[in-house]
C-alpha cells in the first residue's frame, strides 16, 4: 500500500498551515496574504456567510515578534457602519485600512466620509 504523503511542506509555519486547512475545508472565504520587505506578514479572511471577518499581522525583526489579531462583524446598519468609519477615521486610519473593518469597499468609506462630514461629525 502506498503511504501518505502531506502536500504542504514541513517548513512553511504552523498559522499558514492551518489557514490552508481551513481554506480547504470551506470555512473561510476571500482569504489573502501578505508578505511585506519589513518582515511583517497580513492575512485576512471572511467567513463562509460573510458576516465576519479576521485581521491577523505578525511582524518579526531582531529577535522580536508582535502579533495581533482582530475580528470584526459586518456592521447591521448604515449609522453603525457611520459610527465605525467615524471612530476609526479619528483613530488616524486611511480609508483603505477602514475598508477592512467595515468589509466595505474603499469608495463606500469614502462615501460614509463625506457624510460623516456633512453631519459634522468629521474635520478635515
Do not use: C, H
Not at 479619528?90 to 477602514?98: A, D, L, P, S
Amino acid at each position: 500500500m502506498g503511504r501518505e504523503v502531506s502536500l504542504i511542506p514541513s517548513n512553511i509555519p504552523t498559522e499558514v498551515k492551518d489557514i490552508a486547512t481551513a481554506i480547504a475545508q470551506g470555512q473561510v472565504k476571500n482569504a489573502k496574504m501578505e508578505w511585506r520587505s519589513d518582515g511583517s506578514v497580513t492575512f485576512s479572511a471572511d467567513s463562509p456567510d460573510g458576516k465576519s471577518r479576521i485581521l491577523m499581522e505578525k511582524i518579526q525583526f531582531a529577535g522580536v515578534t508582535e502579533e495581533a489579531k482582530v475580528s470584526v462583524s459586518k456592521p447591521t446598519d448604515l449609522e453603525e457602519r457611520l459610527q465605525r468609519v467615524e471612530v476609526l477615521r479619528k483613530r488616524g486610519m486611511t480609508q483603505q485600512e477602514i475598508s477592512k473593518y467595515t468589509m466595505t469597499s474603499q469608495k463606500t468609506v469614502s462615501n460614509d466620509i463625506q457624510k460623516l462630514k456633512e453631519r459634522g461629525g468629521l474635520s478635515e
